[in-house]
């Protein structure tokens, strides 16, 4: 297999010194120095676990012999899903967001795990489905965009409705440009379905500091005036750096059943 790259696990991150290990694990609390005074910020520090949730998180995205990381299948209707045996988390997000490139970073000590993209034009869109041992199952849905086809809202929209051991939706937001227009193809699904999301921001390592706290607030700001799904901390992640990739593993831990009670750090 590949070698994991630098970061991708937490013992790589706890050589690093504090300020630097703050920004990779909890990159939204090292933003919290360069708000204004008086800004909410209790918002960011709802879900903030202790190393040993977040070392008992990366166990799970950590495969061996006992306990096997792999891609299962794709499926382009309802009918061809595994059966819903796991508790479940979907990602979804406009194409081109770094939705690959997030679950592989997640994967990334499980590096037998083969995340396919099916970028070609044209080509049929598959919701991937990827089985975490015996704990849960990960989906990456279809990517979105301005000519998403009708298919495509189907698709989802029937995965969303009917998929009843889905515990968790992350609708991934491109940190750079912020929320679009056609964001809201997929917030407003959400919504009306009542499913539970959160929102993650990508490519957090290519915004500069000023682009990045205007769209954290921004999509904090729509988030309470406009939504009652959506968990109000928003997450923030690189690929690259693996900023956030720690906590997004714990997250994903928590809520599917797997980790229950999350000490705070
Ligand atoms: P997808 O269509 O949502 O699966 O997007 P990809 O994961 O393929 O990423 C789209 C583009 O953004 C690619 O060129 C990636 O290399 C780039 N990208 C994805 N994530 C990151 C990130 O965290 N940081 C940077 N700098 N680039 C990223």
Aim: overall charge positive; hydrophobic content about 40%; proline content about 6%.
């Amino acid at each position: 297999g590949r070698a994991s790259p630098p970061l991708a696990a937490l013992s790589q991150v706890l050589r690093l010194e504090r300020s630097r290990r703050t920004g990779i694990v909890f990159p939204l609390q090292k933003l919290e120095r360069y708000l204004a005074p008086g800004t909410d910020t209790a918002r960011f520090r709802l879900f903030q676990p202790g190393l040993a949730a977040l070392q008992r998180a990366e166990a799970l995205f950590r495969s061996d012999r006992g306990h096997p990381i792999d891609y299962v299948s794709s499926a382009v209707r309802m009918d061809h899903a595994p059966p819903p045996g796991l508790p479940e988390v979907c990602f979804i997000g406009r194409s081109n967001v770094g939705k690959s490139s997030l679950i592989r970073a997640l994967f990334s000590l499980a590096p037998e795990v083969e995340v396919r993209v099916s970028k070609t034009p044209g080509h049929t869109k598959k919701m991937n489905f990827f089985k975490v041992g015996k704990y849960f199952t990960l989906v990456d849905m279809p990517g979105y965009g301005y000519r998403a086809p009708q298919d495509f809202v189907e698709m989802v929209e029937a995965y969303l409705q009917e998929r009843r051991n889905l515990k968790r939706t992350f609708l991934l937001i491109d940190g750079v440009v912020g929320l679009q227009k056609t964001d809201n193809i997929a917030v407003e699904m959400l919504e009306e379905f009542g499913i539970p999301y959160v929102m993650v921001l990508t490519k957090i390592d290519r915004a500069s500091r000023g682009v990045l706290l205007k769209n954290v607030l921004e999509i904090q700001e729509f988030v309470k005036e406009n939504t009652q799904g959506c968990f109000p901390q928003l997450f923030l992640v690189s690929s690259v750096e693996f900023s956030g990739v720690h906590l997004l593993r714990c997250f994903v831990a928590h809520v599917t059943g797997n980790l229950p009670t999350v000490e705070a750090s």
